[in-house]
């Protein structure tokens, strides 16, 4: 059974940084794809952040040379490096991964930046 586990949200203001973590179980952060996607109130859930088992990397435009996507097979854990946060950021966060075709998705984690 696949459970991926956020954590790592909460409130800052303008300009600060945040580190939010994915603890996968059931799957392995290195060899799947692994990703972050965020969806704020009356908006659809996007895309922030993908990391494949290459460890190559991609993020939305938004949030490119601020935000960081990485992972520590060790801890099966695949992290969220924000930073110079924005009040646009504001929204609730979900760890993402693909694996056996299929789609599995945390509960989410809040992340609310105040201007």
């Known amino acids: 059974q696949v459970q991926l586990v956020e954590s790592g949200g909460g409130l800052v203001h303008t300009g600060g940084s945040l580190r939010l973590s994915c603890a996968a179980s059931?799957?392995?952060?290195?060899?799947?794809?692994m990703g972050w996607y965020r969806q704020a109130p009356g908006k659809q859930r996007e895309l922030v952040a993908k990391i494949n088992s290459r460890g190559f990397t991609n993020y939305v435009d938004s949030v490119k040379g601020r935000f960081t996507i990485s992972r520590d097979s060790s801890k099966n854990t695949v992290y969220l490096q924000m930073n110079s946060l924005k009040p646009e950021d504001t929204a609730v966060y979900y760890c993402?991964?693909?694996?056996?075709?299929?789609?599995?998705w945390g509960q989410g984690t809040q992340v609310t930046v105040s201007s």
């Open positions: 993402n991964s693909q694996a056996w075709g299929r789609e599995y």
């Open positions: 059931g799957i392995m952060v290195t060899i799947y794809p």
